[in-house]
């Protein structure tokens, strides 16, 4: 699984996932912080679809942290105040990036928090949808 695939679903789950993954690294392996969470600002980038350019639509607040495992780096950045997120992802990122045999046995539970999480999104977008208004059918 590709790290992007990965990152967004550890965000968008409910965050034990990631805290699981975090600490069954943590009591096996010695971390070393080397960044801890911490705060900053970076820019937002929007395609603008009629010239298709891209412009910077504004900041957000993140938080990122760095951890090392095994003389690797890895990296968790998360939008808001989210400490404890963005060091769990650092911490997971760091064990893929050393290839620790943990990370083999995740694919299956990332897997299924993917498809829990369309599954929502589904349920979310029927419930929006019911809201829609067909203007085709109202007398005006």
């Known amino acids: 699984m590709k790290r992007r695939r990965r990152t967004e679903i550890l965000i968008q789950g409910d965050g034990h996932l990631a805290q699981q993954f975090a600490e069954s690294i943590i009591d096996t392996y010695e971390c070393r912080e080397i960044l801890e969470p911490q705060y900053g600002l970076t820019m937002i980038k929007m395609r603008e679809t009629a010239k298709n350019s891209l412009f910077y639509i504004g900041e957000v607040l993140i938080t990122e942290a760095k951890v090392e495992i095994n003389n690797r780096i890895g990296i968790g950045i998360v939008v808001g105040m989210k400490d404890e997120l963005a060091k769990h992802l650092a911490i997971i990122d ?9 990370t083999i046995t995740w694919e299956d539970s990332l897997i ?7 599954k929502e999104r589904a349920t979310k977008q029927s419930e929006l949808f019911k809201t829609k208004v067909n203007f085709e059918t109202m007398e005006v």
């Open 94 to 102: 760091a064990a893929y990036k050393a290839e620790l045999p943990e």
């Open 112 to 118: 299924k928090a993917e498809a829990q999480i369309v």
